[in-house]
């Protein structure tokens, strides 16, 4: 199935849940109560909303750069911006020697990106711009909007299952084993919508993976790409600066905390061992059937970003 197909059905569906369970809340409670969990939810959102592109700021340290200093970066975003048919996102370095790249944002036009200064140190400039890419794309399909719409679904649940399993003031003994089982309910749909979540952000990877290669970018390029900064973020295993970006790591082009575990599964890709997946490779591997073991398939299950595995496999696909 495509993948827009795809999480036009997920958001679906966690809409469907978060709609019965408000339905099923109103019948048992009244309207009023669902409607507080939702505007409490509301205004959660709302805050994160505008204060999380300075949380991100600050936990990256980043530092906004014009084009007299970094005169290359800004060529290339602007040219991505002006292919996808975007306002120029600001330009910015994290001051973190993970090699990693990012894009946040409130809106198209409020876009900003940003990159490493430990992946500007592995990547050549076709790599680089296929990164950058990737985070266009980001931008270009409003993912952090989408992706916080959804996160508040389960946020919801969460509220919602607390309440009613564990306040019994004002209600009948009747109401109250009914109130207790709907939050027992909305629990475990709180742990399902959360795994739905994941996978949503895992389809967004995907998407932006293949909105990189449509911007004009190389698919092999963008797996040598992701080959190297899972090489790189390898060699920070539990390093204090991957704790520092613990809580950001969602916003990156890998999973950083993973790239010790993925370093083995990818030297099949790179059959040469140049450290690189060229043309030849990842033509190679459209052939071939990824096989993953049970444990890195439930691995995959809790994280935001796909096994790298089937992500080069995806961008073998797209080769020509």
């Given at each position: ?160 299952a607390w309440s009613l399993m564990w306040s019994r003031s004002g209600r009948s003994k009747d109401n109250g084993n009914s109130a207790a089982l709907l939050g027992f309910a909305a629990f ?92 030849n490779e990842l033509s190679d591997l459209r052939q071939k059937q990824v096989r993953l073991g049970v444990a890195d398939k439930m691995m995959e299950v809790f994280t935001t970003h796909p ?14």
């Open positions: 199935m495509g993948l827009q197909a795809r999480m036009y059905l997920l958001v679906i569906l966690l809409f469907a849940i978060i709609y019965g369970v408000m339905v099923a809340v109103g019948n048992l409670m009244g309207i009023t109560n669902a409607l507080f969990y939702i505007i409490m939810t509301i205004v959660i959102l709302g805050l994160q909303y505008l204060i999380s592109p300075a949380l991100v700021g600050w936990t990256m340290r980043i530092k906004w750069v014009s084009e007299q200093e970094q005169p290359d970066l800004h060529k290339m975003v602007a040219e991505l911006a002006q292919t996808a048919g975007l306002p120029k996102p600001k330009v910015g370095i994290s001051q973190l020697n993970i090699p990693n790249a990012f894009a946040f944002g409130r809106t198209q036009r409020d876009g900003r990106i940003c990159v490493t200064q430990g992946i500007m140190k592995i990547l050549n400039r076709n790599e680089l711009r296929a990164v950058l890419g990737h985070e266009m794309s980001h931008i270009k399909h409003n993912d952090m909007a989408i992706i916080t719409l959804l996160s508040a679904i389960p946020m919801i649940l969460y509220h919602l475990i749909l709180y742990f399902i919508t959360n795994l739905l979540v994941l996978y949503g952000s895992r389809i967004r990877e995907y998407y932006a993976d293949e909105g990189s290669v449509k911007l004009g970018n190389k698919p092999h390029d963008m797996a040598t790409a992701l080959y190297r900064l899972v090489h790189g973020d390898a060699r920070f295993k539990d390093s204090a600066e991957l704790k520092q970006a613990e809580s950001v790591r969602a916003f990156f082009v890998n999973d950083p905390a993973r790239a010790w575990y993925e370093v083995k599964e990818l030297a099949q890709v790179d059959r040469d061992m140049n450290g690189a997946i060229d043309f096994n790298m595995l089937k992500r080069i496999k995806h961008l073998s696909t797209l080769t020509g």
